[in-house]
């Protein structure tokens, strides 16, 4: 599985909208990040709350420059239904994330369990940071659905980031 280091790029891909059109990461890139929230779909109850509290903080990301988007590899159909049902609208929601994309970006992925909402197969969840020159600067990638990093520490972090120009960390984990 390849993992993108901090100061890399990172692979541009196109996903479809559940509102219609798409998000390609190169065209939608944000003044100072873009956050790409993966999710694991419809079928986890971790991801609801995940995403309802992205949708309480969408002003607080847009107010510092941060593009957001929320991925799953879900159909529209059940992308349609996390939206409407876990009331995330504003949320920027893209469905249909194939599986080598998924792999491009290190995710872990798991199949489903049989007799269980589970889709055959989907991602495990992971939050990006990618800077405007489409680099890696931050990222938390996850083998479990629990224990997500909480959206007011990454909002933290980023003040911090960008009042002391703070550098992306872990750029020489492939060093040896």
Request: charged fraction near 25%.
């Amino acid at each position: 599985m390849p993992n993108i280091l901090p100061t890399q790029a990172v692979p541009d891909f196109t996903v479809p909208l559940i509102d219609g059109g798409e998000f390609r990461l190169s065209e939608q890139l944000g003044e100072n990040f873009t956050l790409l929230l993966f999710y694991r779909g419809v079928h986890c109850p971790i991801c609801k709350m995940q995403l309802r509290e992205l949708q309480r903080k969408l002003g607080d990301f847009a107010q510092r420059g941060i593009n957001v988007v929320a991925i799953s590899m879900d159909s529209q159909e059940r992308a349609r239904k996390s939206s409407d049902e876990w009331d995330i609208k504003d949320v920027t929601l893209g469905y249909g994330l194939g599986e080598d994309q998924a792999r491009d970006f290190g995710l872990y992925i798991s199949s489903g369990r049989p007799d269980s909402e589970e889709p055959a197969i989907f991602s495990e969840p992971a939050l990006l940071l990618v800077k405007p020159d489409q680099t890696l600067y931050f990222a938390s990638i996850q083998s479990m659905p629990f224990t997500r990093p909480p959206l007011d520490q990454l909002l933290q972090g980023v003040d911090y980031a960008l009042e002391h120009d703070y550098p992306a960390r872990g750029e020489l984990a492939k060093s040896r």
